[in-house]
């Protein structure tokens, strides 16, 4: 039920696009309608709030506190609007749609090709990808799953675990590509993630060295960058070995250390009680964690 306060999606937009050119006349050019119809809107909205959205300046639209008050939440309804009229046309040609979310790197080397074969599987379904960093809260997200790292919780479905293995291109290695001791490696450039600036200290007290040397070289958020970043011989990188394999066996990178580290935060399939009656979900899971 709309209220009588509540404005319509044609005053909103008239106010935005009014706020963002600072006029009436250049609000109309872009929404294809005439100046009276741009102003009839913003009076509309202006007494259907009580309160004034603009001050009138010099033939300018200038906001007043109320109208930056409002801008910033009517900007993002409507792009939350446009967002949602997306999603609902990838629906297009398809029966189901999955909204996931996944970390980048791992989404993109080990998630993104086994989403690829499932298509030649059940074309009906497509996806709806996001990434992120952090832990999804299903109760706040639109997402029927995610695909994360961390310590396996009742109901999710363990992906791969998370070996870290040290690499390098090969002629960074003053062995010639060949594995070097840990007092070797802590000498070369050794490639940080910002998001995780405990792996390297960890590596180096796991091999009984004081990892107090170890916090120099550059700094990366993401494991894709990291990796950019070796293969370019920038450093060497401390990296999941599930995200590297293909590069090692090609050639791009090289062990740098016959050592690997396990961690306890294996990869994961996590996801909210109400996917489990979401029949694309169920298929897609359970072909999922047949894939090797």
Request: aromatic share 10%.
């Given at each position: 039920m709309r209220h009588a306060y509540t404005p319509s999606f044609h005053e909103l937009q008239a106010f935005v696009v009014s706020a963002e050119s600072g006029s009436a006349t250049q609000a109309a050019t872009v929404l294809g309608l005439t100046q009276s119809a741009v102003s009839r809107s913003i009076n509309t909205l202006e007494a259907r709030l009580g309160v004034k959205l603009f001050h009138r300046v010099r033939r300018r639209l200038v906001l007043s506190d109320a109208g930056r008050a409002l801008l910033r939440d009517a900007s993002r309804l409507l792009a939350d609007l446009d967002q949602t009229a997306l999603t609902v046309m990838s629906f297009g040609g398809h029966r189901?749609?999955?909204?996931?979310?996944?970390?980048?790197?791992?989404?993109?080397?080990?998630?993104?090709?086994?989403?690829?074969?499932?298509?030649?599987?059940?074309?009906?379904?497509?996806?709806?990808?996001?990434?992120?960093?952090?832990?999804?809260?299903?109760?706040?997200?639109?997402?029927?799953?995610?695909?994360?790292?961390?310590?396996?919780?009742?109901?999710?479905?363990?992906?791969?675990?998370?070996?870290?293995?040290?690499?390098?291109?090969?002629?960074?290695?003053?062995?010639?590509?060949?594995?070097?001791?840990?007092?070797d490696l802590a000498r070369l450039p050794l490639l940080q993630q910002s998001t995780r600036p405990n792996l390297w200290r960890d590596w180096f007290l796991d091999a009984g060295l004081d990892p107090i040397t170890i916090a120099r070289g550059a700094r990366f958020e993401q494991f894709g960058m990291v990796l950019a970043a070796a293969r370019a011989g920038m450093g060497v990188a401390l990296v999941p070995e599930v995200l590297v394999a293909d590069e090692i066996a090609g050639g791009a990178l090289c062990l740098?250390?016959?050592?690997?580290?396990?961690?306890?935060?294996?990869?994961?399939?996590?996801?909210?009680?109400?996917?489990?009656?979401?029949?694309?979900?169920?298929?897609?899971?359970?072909?999922?964690v047949r894939q090797p």
């Open positions: 189901d749609v999955l909204r996931l979310a996944a970390l980048p790197t791992f989404g993109a080397v080990w998630l993104m090709p086994r989403l690829a074969r499932f298509a030649e599987v059940a074309p009906e379904v497509t996806f709806d990808m996001a990434t992120t960093l952090a832990l999804v809260d299903f109760e706040q997200g639109p997402f029927d799953f995610a695909v994360i790292r961390g310590r396996q919780r009742p109901g999710d479905v363990v992906l791969a675990e998370e070996r870290l293995v040290v690499v390098a291109a090969p002629n960074l290695l003053p062995s010639g590509g060949k594995p070097l001791a840990d007092k740098a250390s016959t050592r690997s580290m396990l961690t306890d935060t294996p990869y994961l399939l996590s996801y909210p009680p109400r996917s489990e009656e979401v029949a694309a979900f169920r298929t897609f899971r359970d072909w999922l």
